[in-house]
């Protein structure tokens, strides 16, 4: 029955692996974009959290992070694109429940495991893009599928805009409701999607090898600047700027119309000008913004430091395509867990520690990211100027 549905030749023309990723990356964005948008005003008001709470639950929720080098041993008993799935399901799963445990223990449990769906969906989810793909079409491919993820970060607030404002919902009814959507998406995947060819059999071990260094140095340092980033912009906004939720949500929606727009344009031209001169753009614009983090003094000019700066992350495709033309196409699995992982250890360390810096001088933070932008784009000027150059 079910292979019937899947071969019906009303849905065949989209049995695609760009529709596969496509719809896994609304099911994801979906689910974690409510969870994040609501989390904070459910944690005060129906948690009672506090700043320590917060802190360790953060901490939990990057640990996942941190651990997903754990992938490839699931990959021994299942495939990557099933493993996708199961991944999908967790984080549904866990959005679902959240409102329905509402205490200390309860948020740190759900977020737990809705924390392990999404990092194995997003280790599980590069690997399979950079197999799906060609070294030619990557980019441009890449650059939609993040089109595709604002368009659906668009549609998770403005979900809970209405859920809140029209139709008054309780944080449990909205957790439920888009959880309960995301697993019939993946159910749906599950039925209509087939089952792809990955191309080259993948290692079913850990991949770390010596001619992957610079790709994992420079992991490291955009694991690093994503922290300050994500942990640090936002709090100057509010900090500094006073701005209020409703202005922090426009900035949001700002940036993800951006790129919805945006993130085709700049996959397809690191496709053209190759992913050296994209990460020297990038790491040179990241030098300027962190730095204009540490001085602004203007809530509008902090705004357009921050959309800039949220522009940049497009380019980061550039580091994926850099990485799927050097590696032996064998070894893409094995690795994703790895670079996840040290994508992560700073997700562990910056928080806590660049926070102590923040108590003294809240400048010295973007100081630190504009230098270790910096570094990166020494170390990016390393990467062969020629497409496939650097390949064993």
Do not use: C
Not at 157 to 166: D, E, P, T
Not at 179 to 190: E, H, N, P, R, T
Not at 207 to 217: D, F, G, M, W
Not at 371 to 378: D, F, G, H, R, V
């Amino acid at each position: 029955m079910i292979q019937g549905i899947k071969n019906h030749p009303a849905i065949h023309r989209y049995q695609t692996p760009f529709i596969f990723l496509s719809l896994a990356i609304v099911t994801m964005t979906l689910s974690f974009s409510t969870w994040l948008a609501l989390l904070n005003n459910f944690a005060i008001e129906q948690v009672d959290f506090s700043g320590a709470e917060i802190g360790m639950l953060q901490s939990l929720r990057e640990i996942p992070g941190l651990l997903a080098f754990t992938a490839v041993f699931v990959l021994l008993v299942l495939k990557e694109q099933t493993f996708a799935l199961v991944a999908l399901a967790l984080l549904a799963i866990g959005v679902a429940i959240t409102g329905f445990f509402p205490s200390i223990y309860g948020l740190y449990a759900t977020t737990v495991l809705m924390s392990i769906g999404f990092h194995y969906y997003e280790t599980v989810n590069q690997s399979l893009s950079l197999q799906w793909f060609t070294q030619q079409e990557a980019p441009a491919k890449l650059g939609q599928l993040m089109s595709v993820k604002s368009a659906a970060s668009l549609v998770a607030y403005g979900m809970v805009w209405l859920g809140f404002s029209v139709f008054s919902s309780s944080y449990q009814t909205m957790y439920f409701i888009i959880g309960a959507i995301a697993l019939l998406l993946v159910i749906a995947l599950a039925v209509l999607i087939p089952d792809f060819n990955q191309g080259a059999s993948q290692h079913k071990k850990l991949i770390v090898r010596k001619r992957y260094s610079l790709y994992y140095i420079l992991t490291f340092f955009s694991g690093a600047r994503r922290q300050i980033f994500v942990v640090f912009a936002g709090f100057l906004m509010v900090e500094k700027f006073g701005y209020s939720v409703t202005q922090i949500s426009a900035l949001y929606m700002a940036n993800h119309v951006i790129n919805f727009f945006l993130a085709p344009k700049i996959g397809a031209w690191i496709g053209r000008v190759g992913e050296r001169k994209a990460l020297t753009l990038e790491y040179s614009g990241l030098i300027i913004v962190f730095v204009g983090y540490a001085l602004v003094e203007s809530a509008q000019w902090a705004a357009l430091l921050y959309i800039v700066d949220h522009l940049f992350f497009a380019m980061a495709i550039a580091l994926k395509t850099y990485f799927q033309k050097i590696a032996d196409p064998k070894d893409i699995a094995g690795s994703a867990g790895v670079s996840f992982s040290i994508n992560h250890i700073a997700a562990v360390v910056i928080p806590a520690s660049f926070g102590l810096i923040w108590l003294i001088d809240h400048s010295l933070v973007f100081y630190a990211g504009a230098a270790l932008a910096a570094i990166s784009l020494l170390l990016s000027q390393r990467i062969p100027a020629k497409a496939n150059a650097g390949i064993p």
